[in-house]
């Protein structure tokens, strides 16, 4: 209970918490790695919640489209040979430390001609029932912390090979309403959002594998307004704005058998936490109208807006180059399909140790049978004590290819 109250009370603190992680920072040599991870809110946003983009490694924005891609890329959509689907993704997380967390997705799609086609998706994510405590250990009251997020998206060809979408969201996030923290008192947070992807697909021959497929992606996501729990305009803090760039190749070994290879590499356009300046007695240095002043290029990210925040995100590392590098994170992924109906999948995960040290390896396998679709991943962890360790994700979808296919066949017999 206690380690759900710090959970719960970190999250709801990550405005008063944001820049002062400049644990280790060498000013003498400031390239040299220090502890300094990117906060942002609402970070149930990132989680991947489907169990192929899982078991690939959380891989998702170049890989061929499915139901679920309008969490990765939603232009991938007009490429499915599938009429319209639905699916519903279940995830306990946080297993290790908690019992009753978890993230619940429903998502689907509609191809509304060869040229365009509109999707929808529904994520919760519920922090079960929590205890909340004042200073000296009463109970102050019992909530049920929660947050969701429902988006649309339109996506459209502009050639055979080429497409492009759009996917506006909102965002809600009830973490501790009518609860006092530090004598301030939490409400809702509530945000809009939007991504913007692309997506290349193109099928050629060659002399060892008669079919082959190229694809490449690029989303950025949760491009949005800052949220708050309090009242005023203070303490709001960044989404999770974030750019994802991949590629992808299938070959088909034969009549049956495909494989598949992924890669894919991230970086959150979220202002880096900036370090301050200290005096001789290491004490942050401060200015006449009680400001602080900082390391290099860095200022009071607060205060700057969100399109400046994105710009930012590429040059504001107290540590230089080197610091904005440690802040990329990569994946690979491969699947294996036979007859496209039984599928393995292999996945890694890597993100720096100073920047979130989230480093894991994710298995998946799925079944297909007629219009059904059944997925499962686990989730190996790399490093100790990782909080991800043993995360099971289940999904189950509905592909009307076959109902598809009749449509087809009957239009060509007209």
């Known amino acids: ?5 710090i959970l719960a009370i970190s999250i709801v603190l990550s405005s008063t918490l ?6 280790g920072f060498d000013y003498d040599n400031p390239s040299s790695p220090y502890l300094n991870p990117i906060t942002t809110s609402v970070p149930f946003l990132q989680i991947a919640p489907d169990s192929r983009g899982a078991g690939l490694g959380d891989i998702g ?11 990765y890329n939603a232009a991938k959509y007009v490429f499915n040979k599938n009429k319209f689907g639905i699916s519903i993704s279940y995830s306990p997380w946080l297993q290790d430390l908690i019992g009753d967390i978890s993230l619940a997705y429903i998502s689907g799609f509609l191809k509304i001609d060869d040229m365009s086609a509109i999707s929808m998706s529904l994520r919760y994510f519920s922090m079960g029932s ?16 929660h ?9 459209r060809k502009f050639t055979d090979h080429f497409s492009m979408a759009v996917t506006p969201r909102f965002i809600y ?44 992606g690029l989303c950025v996501s949760n491009i949005g307004n800052k949220i708050s729990y309090t009242n005023g305009s203070l303490n709001r803090d960044f989404l999770p704005t974030n750019l994802r760039i991949g590629a992808s190749y299938t070959m088909d070994i034969d009549k049956y058998n495909k494989f598949t290879i992924l890669g894919e590499v991230g970086k959150l356009l979220v202002p880096t936490n900036p370090v301050k300046l200290l005096d001789e007695d290491g004490t942050p240095i401060q200015n006449i109208d009680g400001t602080y002043q900082y390391f290099g290029n860095g200022i009071d990210t607060k205060n700057i807006g969100v399109m400046q925040g994105i710009l930012r995100s590429f040059y504001d590392s107290p540590g230089g180059f080197s610091e904005e590098m440690r802040e990329i994170v990569f994946a690979v992924g ?3 399909a036979y007859n496209d109906l039984f599928m393995v999948r292999l996945g890694t995960f890597f993100e720096n140790k100073n920047k979130g ?7 998946g396998v799925g079944f297909k049978y007629n219009v059904f679709a059944i997925d499962v991943s686990y989730l190996i962890a790399f490093t100790q004590h990782n909080p991800l360790e043993n995360t099971l994700r289940f999904t189950l979808a509905l592909n009307f290819e076959s109902f598809y296919a009749k449509e087809i066949k009957k239009q060509g017999k007209k």
């Open 61 to 71: 924005v170049a890989s061929s489209s499915d139901i679920n891609s309008q969490h």
């Open 334 to 336: 491969a699947e294996y």
């Open 1 to 5: 209970m206690t380690r759900k109250i």
């Open 130 to 145: 929590i205890q909340f405590t004042d200073y000296f250990g009463e109970p102050i009251g019992e909530r049920s912390p």
């Open 173 to 216: 996030s009830n973490l501790a309403t009518n609860i006092e923290v530090s004598g301030i008192e939490m409400k809702p947070g509530i945000a809009g959002a939007a991504d913007v992807s692309l997506f290349y697909e193109q099928d050629f021959k060659s002399s060892k594998f008669e079919n082959q497929t190229f694809r490449a």
């Open 18 to 23: 944001y820049g002062f992680s400049q644990n």
């Open 147 to 155: 947050e969701y997020a429902i988006d649309f998206a339109y996506s």
């Open 357 to 363: 040290n989230r480093k894991y390896g994710e298995v």
